[in-house]
């Protein structure tokens, strides 16, 4: 049984009772050197930093330490953005105990006065700071883990380039601790490098956007390949993105699907297959700027697509008549995931029917029609129509 161990910034003297005890007993400790640096000299287990690269070391370092008493320190809660999940996930959640203490983003709401239930946080120690774009969205407080002393600074620049140069920021550095810091200001100031350690909150104060489907049309970098708005949110809703599913978008012109679909939660996972580099390059960037990073953008459907994980659901925007994007797709969505693809042309159309005819499913036509001036008039111009076909693979719950 492997023991993990929260540990604060207050060190050994901050843990209780219990895991006192189960640091005394153990005979290897793993940490961080920070961390290891924080127990006191009198603890006589042998001390192992964490290897690096640390992923591909861990099976192997905990094999190695089989039979042997093995506490691991993590910071706060480690079940919290915390190395338990990753130890859990990767030695099995029956070989884990995990004694945690209050974790930074707890004590941080403890000083503001914050709900922690009803507080969202989202890390920056592995991701960039683009990941934060749609709670500043979405308006209301939120708490960002730093990965350094840097992170601060980051955060106000990207709240300026969004209209949020007012919002309100606080920075807690070393929480917890004898040096513990707070710091409040707004979005429009450069804050100095404290500690690496922080904790920042924000309350946002500009512009929002629904993270519901259906972005305006200009929230986009496009050259005219575009799921526009009220299609996009149509097919989105067609599609149907859960927690934790994966979507495969071929032919992404701009990305706007593949966008909205991890916009929609952030456990969600996209893999968009676009031929064009200049498209591939500006998917990337619509990514960034709305605040999905994680999308990956890769090559021409369906070679591209080989060694990424099995979909939930795919969309066909583009390249549906191409020898072999279809049977791909087909072929790898899961039992129970959803395809949907749009059409335009009639070549595309007639292929939406023979392909009803075989698999089943259900065809929809879309005709949206919006306002344009004519001269001193209005009158509504329509788009051109577009069918689309959706169907859920055999084994459905559905």
């Not at 042998?46 to 093995?70: N, Y």
Request: with cysteine; proline share 7%.
């Amino acid at each position: 049984m492997i023991v993990i161990v929260g540990i604060g910034a207050d060190g050994f003297t901050g843990m209780g009772a219990a895991a006192q005890k189960v640091v005394r007993d153990a005979e290897v400790i793993v940490g961080s050197w920070r961390q290891l640096s924080l127990l006191p000299d009198h603890i006589p287990a042998k001390r192992r930093p964490w290897p690096s690269p640390m992923l591909p070391g861990i099976v192997p370092l905990f094999e190695s330490l089989e039979g042997m008493r093995v506490v691991v320190l993590g910071s706060g809660d480690p079940m919290f953005h915390g190395i338990g999940t990753t130890l859990c996930r990767l030695l099995g959640p029956e070989r884990i105990r995990v004694i945690p203490v209050a974790s930074s983003a707890s004590l941080t709401c403890a000083r503001l006065g914050w709900a922690v239930d009803r507080t969202p946080v989202v890390s920056l120690v592995s991701n960039p700071v683009s990941s934060i774009i749609p709670l500043v969205d979405q308006g209301e407080p939120f708490l960002v883990l730093g990965r350094d002393e840097t992170t601060p600074t980051e955060v106000c620049t990207l709240l300026r380039n969004l209209g949020h140069a007012a919002a309100t920021v606080h920075v807690l550095s070393d929480i917890g601790s004898s040096d513990e810091q707070h710091n409040r200001f707004t979005a429009t100031d450069d804050p100095q490098p404290i500690s690496a350690l922080n904790v920042i909150a924000i309350q946002p104060d500009g512009p929002t956007r629904s993270i519901v489907p259906g972005l305006s049309d200009d929230s986009y970098d496009t050259d005219g390949q575009l799921t526009k708005q009220h299609i996009r949110a149509l097919t989105i809703c067609s599609l149907a993105p859960r927690p934790g599913e994966v979507l495969w978008d071929i032919g992404g012109g701009s990305g706007s699907i593949a966008i909205e679909w991890l916009r929609s939660s952030p456990r969600t996972r996209a893999w968009c297959a676009e031929s064009d580099e200049v498209r591939a390059t500006r998917i990337t960037a619509n990514a960034n700027a709305l605040g999905v990073p994680h999308l990956r953008v890769v090559g021409a459907a369906p070679e591209s697509l080989i060694d990424a994980p099995a979909p939930d659901a795919v969309f066909i925007g583009g390249g549906l008549t191409a020898e072999g994007v279809f049977d791909a797709a087909w072929a790898g969505l899961k039992p129970g995931g959803r395809l949907v693809a749009n059409a335009v042309t009639i070549e595309s159309e007639q292929m939406l029917w023979q392909l009803r005819q075989r698999f089943g499913g259900q065809i929809s036509r879309f005709d949206i029609s919006t306002e344009h001036a004519i001269g001193g008039f209005t009158a509504l111009k329509a788009a051109l129509p577009v069918t689309q076909w959706r169907v859920v693979k055999e084994g459905s719950n559905e």
